[in-house]
């Protein structure tokens, strides 16, 4: 069933590398297994990055940028890594899309959001430097990496007090690895696909200063880099192995969002280095995902602007904007651990769906998505508790008139379910985030088990750990991933 996501994935993916970086590669199959049979070349550069996603890819244009050469290894055929398939969003304050619909935020809010949502479990300071950078880092998307975000709207994800995540144009990650990699392709910044970083190498005083790789032929390369090394590899969401060693809750039994990329390959080769790790336990799944494939589906993020969230009985059980960890577990502890989203044609007018046709589409043909002109249609169709759904939308679409949730005191606005026709999704979780990560600092340092910086070595994105504490906050990581990306690249040029 995963390769159905696979497939897909692997498509736009494909696309993606021929137009966005180089001329492409011919052969397109799969992960570089990382097995050398050849030994001896090697390359010099300022800088090596590992990992062409969006933390990598925004660290080599700032180093390319600032004048030092930079490569990006990347083991897979294609750029991108899970910022690729991500919904893009990212959070920030007072921005001018938040001016423009006069919303009120500022940065303390919006770090208070964010210790919160991680239960005072993440770092304070590299918290406060997420804060204070987000809007540079949205505008520097938009003014030097020419991303297009929609001008009129904002998402408010769970956990946050108002609407703060701006929408890039198609819903889509695609539209930021598309330009970030278009900006290096045009700043002549080499990305070598296919490359898999085995080790990362240091001199006999411990400074990091290049990186064993290997390319699809087998042949192995040694990158020397004369300024140091930033590790920007993503996740280990894909690693059941690693997911199990850190957390045994999280097992074989729970499918992934992620990409089969995110095997947690700089974790492992920093901790040679006596790198330290921190919330290695934290992982996340998304609440809302597609029960065949474990796709993330974006189609139920009508949960956002109005969807209500139901059980076999036809009852509502928890908030619809309550923290992923929250609802996931709400939805497992529901009948066959299956949860039911159903909203009306004004709520599916709000929720930019034009963007997500294909999805929908799909869903419809998996038999995970209903539209009909009654409530009891598709209802039926789930084998659902008509009448008790029936009640529950009744009660609901006068909370809505009322403006207030009696049940679970839903945040922002009320919308009843009252036009025809409905439609009604089955969901449930799968691993989407892994908090935990390699230790970095402030200057996103990489941070060894005695507490001192490793000398040579810097780290950003999914990676890293300390900046969710126990639970992302959607939207979160693609900021982490832009301002810490582009502090590495500050910080090793220093
Ligand atoms: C479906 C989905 C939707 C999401 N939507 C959002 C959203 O809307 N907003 C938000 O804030 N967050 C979202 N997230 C989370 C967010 O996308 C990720 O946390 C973020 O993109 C990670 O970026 P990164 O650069 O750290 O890693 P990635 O983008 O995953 O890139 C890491 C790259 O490193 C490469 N790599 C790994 N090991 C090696 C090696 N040994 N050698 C060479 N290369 C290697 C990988 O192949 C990959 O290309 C979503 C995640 C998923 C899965």
Redesign the pocket.
Known sequence: MKNMKRVSIALLAIILSLSAVGCGDKNMEG??T?KANKAGQEEVYDVVV?????????AAIEIKGAGASVVV????A??????????????APETWIQEKLGIEDSIDLYKEDTLKGGDHQADEKLVTVLANNARQAVEWLRDTVNVSFKEDYLMQ?GGHSVPR?AYPQGGS?NELIGKLGAKAEEMNIPVRKQ????EILADKDGKVNGVR?VDKDGNEIIFKANKGVIV????F?ANVEMRKQYNSEYDERYM????P???G??II?AQKLGAALVGMENIQT?PTCNPATG??SYVADTRFNGAVLINKEGNRFVEELERRDVISKAILAQTDGMGYLIWDTTIKNNSHMDDYMEEFNQLVAQGMLIKADTIEEVAQFFDINVEQLKQTIEKYNQYAVNGKDEDFNRRGEIIGLTEAPYYLQKVTPAI??TMGGLKIDTEARVIDNEGNPIPGLFA????TGGIHGTN?L????????IVF?RIAAESVLK
């Open positions: 992960v570089n990382g590992i990992g062409a996603g969006g933390a990598g890819l925004s290894l990347e083991k897979m294609f750029i991108g890594g899970n910022t690729l398939i991500s919904g893009g969003e990212l959070n994800f995540a990650g490359t898999k970083a085995e790789a920007a590899t993503g996740g969401g992934e969002t992620v990409q990329s995110s095997t390959d700089g080769m998304y796709i993330l989407h985030h950003a994105g999914e990676v992302r959607g939207g979160n990581a693609i900021t982490d991933i990306g």
